[in-house]
């Protein structure tokens, strides 16, 4: 502001747009002036401003001019076409009739595999003209039997320019696993949940997705979920659904853009969508400084809605946690739906080694974690057996039977030798890629180091004690998963120094 200038020279920008909406105000030389999410009234000199409006991926700009002396000025969002798995009305990749089969589809019973709750799945392809929308796609239990085989079983109604096939399953409430074995024999996964009273509806869009499979695919990565009441179905129109998926598009960018007027109004006002309560509550562990209050709300009002749900379920492990208070007695044989949650899971886990079992489900995945995006997807070898079943608690240790300590590996690998041979080692075939990764945090932590700093003539460091937590820390593995690595891997090392 100039010499010249006073407050009353000012001029009000008022600026309205969806929820989950970006706004950007950009002054003629560059620099932001202002932001807010849905809502911003600023008051601003006069001049040239580019008000830039982000919704998920959709981007957009409208030029203003503050004249001098003139009254408040009201901007709008322009239409948002965001991309989106979904097929939602005023959308980028928006086709009529692939909405229309999605909302007819919802609304049929398919199978009935339980009672309670629905899981309705839907493919669709926006561009390829890929003869089978649900390729290679199957749903099976948590242990891994298959329900349906959807990519045989999947319904397609009406005319379409392009392919779209969707499938509904009455089923118990629980955690499950959508899985799309391709032609090469890779197997990629995910859990979702259906809870009691509502369908969970997932949406998936075909691609190009397999890692050493060219053939077209759902794709896991970029899945669209919503939950809606038993009998309501898929709604293209319902602004419901869009916001939701604004919301994990947010989450997938890592970006908290959720407003706290806009979460309570969604979740509590004339609509309720659990799926929106349960990505503003991750979005708001985003924050530098986060809102527990309102968190702590979000998590007693989703318990209400949905019960146990795995990823509502995190949300209560990451407020003991910021709150200073014991880690919650909870468990994660199965794994959440949230790559979110499963990074809370494995935090706290350093701390409550007790979330993730050992030998569970959760713990086998743990290392083959793959893609980007909001959601938790591993890969799973074709050849080896599903579990006989899932268990919440951990494998009892056999009678005497003490856990391998850092030190323990530390002895093993200094009997090795020297450096070279310690590498020589560590390149042996039967050594997982994990393994090879927490044999090497260990040398140079408890070896390496250590011998360094007695050449430098200082003082020889003891053992660091907290080097299961740091491995926690930097192998993103549960603490049940690094302690079991470093008992397998102090044992295939003693077999080499001949000590087993």
Not at 316 to 338: E, F, H, S
Request: proline fraction near 8%; include cysteine; hydrophobic fraction near 40%.
């Amino acid at each position: 502001m100039s010499n010249s200038e006073t407050p009353t020279d000012r001029i009000t920008l008022r600026v309205t747009a969806e929820p989950e909406t970006e706004i950007f105000v950009v002054d003629s030389d560059f620099h932001r002036v202002a932001k807010g999410i849905s809502y911003l009234n600023e008051q601003l000199p006069p001049g040239l401003y580019d008000v830039k409006f982000k919704a998920g991926s959709a981007v957009d700009h409208v030029r203003v001019a503050l004249e001098p002396g003139s009254g408040p000025v009201d901007v709008n969002t322009p239409p948002m076409f965001i991309q989106t798995s979904a097929p939602l009305w005023r959308t980028a990749a928006s086709h009529e009739t692939q909405a229309d089969n999605a909302a007819t589809l919802s609304r049929q019973v398919h199978e009935n595999r339980g009672d309670g709750s629905q899981l309705f799945v839907f493919a669709r392809d926006t561009a390829t003209d890929s003869p089978n929308p649900m390729s290679g796609l199957t749903l099976t239990t948590a242990t891994g039997d298959t329900i349906v085989d959807l990519a045989s079983k999947g319904q397609r109604v009406g005319y379409q320019r392009f392919p779209s096939a969707g499938y509904n399953v009455s089923i118990n409430p629980g955690t499950y696993r959508l899985r799309v074995n391709a032609a090469n024999g890779t197997i990629v996964e995910h859990a979702v949940v259906a809870c009691p009273g509502w369908q969970t509806q997932v949406f998936y869009t075909v691609r190009d997705c397999v890692p050493g499979d060219s053939g077209l695919y759902p794709d896991l990565t970029d899945a669209a979920v919503f939950m809606s009441r038993l009998g309501n179905g898929f709604e293209p129109g319902s602004d419901d659904f869009r916001y939701a998926d604004l919301a994990w598009q947010a989450l997938a960018s890592q970006r908290d853009v959720v407003s706290r007027r806009d979460l309570w109004e969604m979740l509590w006002g004339k609509h309720r969508n659990p799926m929106l309560g349960i990505y503003g509550g991750h979005l708001l562990t985003l924050a530098a400084k986060p809102d527990l209050a309102t968190l702590e709300e979000v998590v007693r009002n989703l318990i209400d809605l949905v019960g146990d749900h795995p990823d509502v379920r995190a949300l209560t492990v990451y407020l003991a946690q910021q709150n200073g208070q014991p880690v919650p007695d909870v468990r994660y044989g199965l794994p959440p739906m949230l790559r979110s949650s499963w990074e809370i899971i494995v935090r706290a886990s350093s701390e409550a080694p007790w979330l993730v079992p050992r030998r569970s489900f959760s713990a086998r995945i743990s290392d083959s974690l793959w893609g980007e995006g909001p959601w938790l997807i591993w890969l799973a070898p074709a050849e080896t057996p599903e579990p006989a079943a899932v268990t919440d608690f951990a494998a009892p240790q056999p009678a005497g039977a003490e856990p391998t300590s850092v030190d323990d590996l530390a002895a093993v690998m200094k009997g090795l030798g020297g450096p070279d041979q310690v590498r020589s080692a560590l390149d042996a075939p039967d050594l997982t890629a994990l393994e090879r990764d927490l044999a090497n945090l260990v040398y140079r932590a408890t070896v390496s180091r250590p011998a360094m700093t007695q050449q430098a003539g200082a003082k020889t460091p003891s053992t660091p004690t907290d080097i299961p937590s740091a491995m926690v820390r930097s192998l993103g593995v549960p603490s049940s998963v690094v302690t079991e690595t470093l008992a397998q891997l102090t044992s295939k090392l003693k077999r080499r120094t001949g000590t087993i």
